[in-house]
Structure formats: C-alpha cells, structure tokens
C-alpha cells in the first residue's frame, strides 16, 4: 500500500471521527415527519440462521446464541463492515416474527448504547448511508412494542447519523458507496423532522453523480451487473420517496433511471437473474424484475453492447457474453479477468455459470472467484487474462486491482438468416506469449443449438516472435490451454457415447448434449458455485477442453445442442422477456 494512500486513508479516519462526534451532540428529532415504505427485502433462511445463533458475514462463520453482537471479538474487519452496515436488518424483517423482531431490537440499541455518540467504526459515510436506509425502511418493525426511552434514542442517533452524512458523503467512495451515502441523506432529510433542510441539497446532488457515474449506455465504472442493481433500486427508492411528499426528482436522476433499465434487461437471463459478473451474483429472487416494474420504464436494449455484454437470445435460450475489457482503476477493486467468458440459460434453468464471487466466504475464495479459471472461458498456460495486483486502501477496505488487463476486444453482434452470431476477441495474453483469444458463439434461431469456436492466434510478426520464445522456453511442446464450462449445482451431468460428448440433465426435463472437434482432451472435473446467501460453496461440476497451442493459429469447435424439448406438462412457460406465457 502506498504511503499517499495510508495517509489519505487516516485523513478521512479522523474526518469521520470529528464528524460524528460533532454531529452525535446535535439536536436530536423527536419522530418521523413521513416513512418510505420497508422496500429492501433480505432472505428468509439468513434471518433464521441468525435467530438460531449463526452468524456469518464476509465468509466468516460465528455462533452468537444468547450474545450481545457488539461485545465480540469480530473476526476481521470486513466482518465488522458487515455488522456496522445494518443490510443483516433486511434478513430479520424477511423472517418478521416476535424473534427476529427481539433480535434486531437487542442489536440496534446494542450499537446505540455503544456507538450512537459518534464513535467505532460504522462511522464512515457509506456505511452510515447503508445503515440509515434499513432504519427508517424497518422503523414500524423496530420500534413496534418499543420504551419513550429506546424511541428517543433511536431518533437521537438517527438524527446524528443524518448530521453526519449531510457534512461527509462526499467522503464516500464514487459509486455505490456515495449513492447509499446520498440515499440514506435524502430519506432521513424527507422523513425525519427537524432534518428537512438536508433533503434539496442531497436531492440536488443525486442528480450530480447520477449525471457523472452512470454513462450513456446505462452502465456504472465496475461493470458489476448486481452493483448496477442496487444503484437502479436506490435511484427509484429515492425517486418514490420524493415523489411519495410531491417533490421532484432532479432531471439527471430521472434520466440515469432511464439509461439503466434496458441495460438491466439486456444482462437479465431468461430466469430473471441477473449475469453474473465482476464481483456481481444474479440477485435477490424477484429483485430485478421488482425494480423494472417500479421504474415505469420499458424501453429495451435493440443493438450493441450493454455495459460491455454482448447479449443473444433466441427462443428459450439466452446467452450473455463479457464482451469489453475489464473495469480499470479503483473500478476494479471486485473486478474478474472475465474477458471472453459467457453464461448461458434456458428458460428457468441455468446451465452454463461462472464460479461467481466469493466476497462471502472470504478472501480466499473472493481471489479464487476472480481468476479465469472461474469462469466459462479459455485460460492460457494456467495464467489469468489479468492479474491481481498487491493489496491498497480502496475507501474504507483493503483490495487488489486489476493490472495487466486485456485493452483491445474487438467484438460484433450479427442477425443472420438462421442464427444470431457473436465475434470477439481480446489481447490478454499477447504480451506473454503473442496470443490472441478469440471467440464466436453462433445460436440458432429456435435457441436450440450453440455452436462455438475459441481461437488462439499470433495476428502479426511481433507476435510470431512472442510466440516463438514462448515455445522455446517450453522446449516446443506446445503451450497448454484450457476451455472450461462450467455447470451450474443443479444440472445432472455424465459422460456419453463413448466418452466423445457430455449430456447434461435441467430439472425441467430438458436433456443438452456437448460436443467438441479439435485437438484436445475432454474431462469432467470438480468445480464450484459461489452463491450468496449460502453458508459454503456448492460442489457442481465443469466440462475442461484441454490441449496445446502448437502454431501460430489454434482452433477448436464445439456446440451446445438441445437434444431433448421440456415436456409441454412440466415445462417452466418463460418467455425470453421474463412474461409467463400459457
């Protein structure tokens, strides 16, 4: 970590610290002037774990039955993070009983006894941002049966928390981390009395960072898919709580909604999940289409990239491709070297997957997540399409970028007669070896079959001389490669015909069958689904392609074909616009 950075990173320690102190000894509000309505929504088995005495955040695994959270010894600070950060509150009004209620009344007054006078660590502007947002979302579920004394500390310490944001949001990391910040402003400014100066100028500057953060085509610096979720909830949380008291949004806020919808329907799979990328997992069941449907916008993606994915679909099938490079700077701090990989999904039924992120279960798995052999791509010589670099403070926590990233995808999007064809490739692996990755993935009109091809070619004679070297340092044997596919858990998978193909079994009944032509190996091994919400990881399983680049160009084919239809009795009716069709 850099010594600019450690110091910028205690500069804003102290600023948070001075503020909240400040702001803890302001006038306290007495109650709330209007309520948004509890919008976020957690999960129901989290909420149970948690009454049961298991906790778990940030992969860590804690059993807390009859403790007081705040009084343990927290396993590192990205559980901490968690705690402070309240979205644990999403999980106990998901399960709503007298327990979870008792459960989250202990824990909230356990952090005002403890930190409500401005001191610990929840005092930064994004978990503030992220923690008042649960407060007055659940205010009926946590104050219900409540004493005069707990209401007016929990006012006291919302009205500080507000104070403090309206001083330090702009301490907040650039994307989500400032829009939770400015959200959390603008709902305290709204709702609360006393507060009401404070909402114009968070209004006001919503409309600033959704004007700089979100760009023409409706995406956000990271590219993370789910992250672009949660910025599109928080815009139409923040538009409906104006709305809801007869303000108006600020134009660019409206607008920013406007670019984000189609560009969230052309990254939603036929299951209405979202792809799963760059530190993004398909999101809260429901989640996705509840936003859409609450934006009052149905415009569609028609052509190109969004957000940098190629998307096809054709009948049942979509397919969705990372298809730009990926995110840079700060942006990548949950960046994946992606680049190339795609998932696919049939109807209701996920079949090809990427590992997905392992934020949850620590981060060994988070690295593990982001490397290329995670994800349903090429991986050259065991080497990733870009590498992590060391770790540095990124805001409030400690991440590794991405560095020596591909800069050149070329890519092209067709609708021919009898497919919709996709072309792209990437320079992740010139500067190692001369290589360039290239992939075509052609779906056929009745989205029954995908036939693709990766290529591994040196395009010219600085690359020829790459390669060369690299085939002497390997005493010309040949320089290995992988094409991995990974399963998602549920998909039955065996060896067929001999060992020459792989069927693979949907719950819906549908039957695909893999094959490939080329020089390589075909194997069945072990892999994994990072799936948040989950206690560990699933064991699935991956289709590996493997064999060597021996000359200047590599080709190998293979395809994608539905060998069996859905009986019509059990078949899960959903259209590619996520309409239920009868």
């Not at 309206?166 to 990391?173: D, H, L, M, V």
């Not at 052309?266 to 398909?282: E, I, P």
């Not at 298809?323 to 039924?349: C, D, I, M, V």
């Not at 239809?565 to 959903?574: G, L, N």
């Amino acid at each position: 970590m850099s010594k600019g950075r450690t110091w910028r990173a205690r500069q804003a320690r102290f600023l948070n610290r001075l503020h909240a102190w400040a702001a803890a000894r302001a006038r306290p509000a007495t109650g709330f002037v209007s309520q948004p309505e509890p919008r976020t929504v957690g999960y129901f088995a989290k909420g149970r774990q948690m009454i049961a005495g298991n906790v778990m955040f940030a992969g860590h695994l804690m059993e807390v039955k009859g403790a007081m959270i705040w009084d343990l010894d927290l396993p590192d600070e990205a559980f901490e993070e968690a705690l402070h950060g309240f979205a644990w509150l999403d999980d106990l009004a998901a399960v709503g009983d007298t327990k979870a209620r008792k459960l989250a009344q202990d824990w909230l007054w356990g952090w005002i006894k403890r930190y409500g006078g401005g001191t610990g660590p929840g005092w930064s502007p994004e978990l503030t941002g992220r923690r008042v947002i649960r407060w007055v979302h659940h205010a009926l579920f946590l104050l219900r049966g409540t004493t005069p004394e707990q209401s007016e500390a929990y006012y006291k310490a919302l009205s500080a928390q507000t104070t403090f944001l309206a001083r330090r949001w702009q301490g907040a990391s650039p994307g989500i981390p400032r829009f939770e910040a400015l959200t959390g402003l603008l709902y305290c400014g709204l709702s609360i009395e006393g507060m009401e100066a404070r909402a114009e100028p968070a209004r006001a500057a919503l409309g600033v960072e959704c004007a700089r953060q979100v760009d023409e085509q409706g995406g956000i610096p990271t590219r993370n898919p789910e992250e672009l979720l949660e910025v599109f909830t928080l815009l139409t949380w923040a538009q409906a709580a104006l709305e809801e008291v007869g303000k108006e949004p600020d134009p660019a806020h409206l607008e920013a909604i406007a670019r984000i919808a189609p560009t969230l329907r052309a990254l939603r799979h036929a299951d209405g999940g979202l792809a799963r990328f760059h530190g993004g997992g398909r999101g809260l069941d429901g989640r996705l289409d509840q936003a859409l449907a609450a934006s009052g916008n149905k415009k569609r993606q028609t052509e190109g990239l969004a957000m940098g994915y190629a998307r096809i679909s054709a009948g049942r099938t979509s397919v969705i491709v990372d298809a730009a490079p990926p995110p840079s700077g700060k942006a990548s701090a949950q960046a994946h070297a992606s680049t190339l990989a795609f998932e696919l999904t049939s109807g209701r039924r996920p079949l090809i997957v990427n590992c997905g992120a392992g934020e949850a279960f620590g981060p060994d798995w988070r690295r593990a997540g982001r490397a290329t052999p995670s994800h349903s791509t090429l991986c050259l010589q065991g080497y990733s399409s870009a590498r992590l670099a060391p770790e540095r403070w990124i805001g409030i926590t400690r991440r590794e970028l991405l560095e020596d990233c591909p800069k050149h995808v070329p890519v092209q999007l067709d609708h021919l007669p009898d497919s919709v064809r996709m072309e792209a490739g990437h320079d992740g692996y010139v500067a190692l070896n001369g290589l360039t990755h290239a992939r075509a993935l052609d779906l056929s009109a009745d989205g029954r079959e995908v036939k693709g091809e990766d290529y591994l070619v040196a395009l010219d004679s600085a690359a020829n001389k790459r390669f060369d070297k690299a085939m002497d340092s390997v005493k010309l044997d040949g320089l290995p490669y992988d094409i991995r596919f990974h399963l998602h858990p549920d998909v039955d998978v065996a060896l067929d015909l001999g060992g020459n193909a792989v069927s693979m079994a949907l719950r819906s009944g549908e039957i695909w069958i893999f094959r490939f032509s080329g020089k390589a190996e075909m194997e069945i091994e072990p892999s994994v689904f990072l799936e948040k919400g989950r206690m560990r990881p699933r064991a699935t399983k991956q289709i590996v392609l493997s064999g060597r680049a021996m000359d200047y160009a590599t080709r190998i084919r293979w395809s994608l074909a539905k060998a069996q239809e859905t009986a019509s009795a059990v078949r899960d009716y959903v259209r590619d616009d996520g309409e239920m069709s009868t």
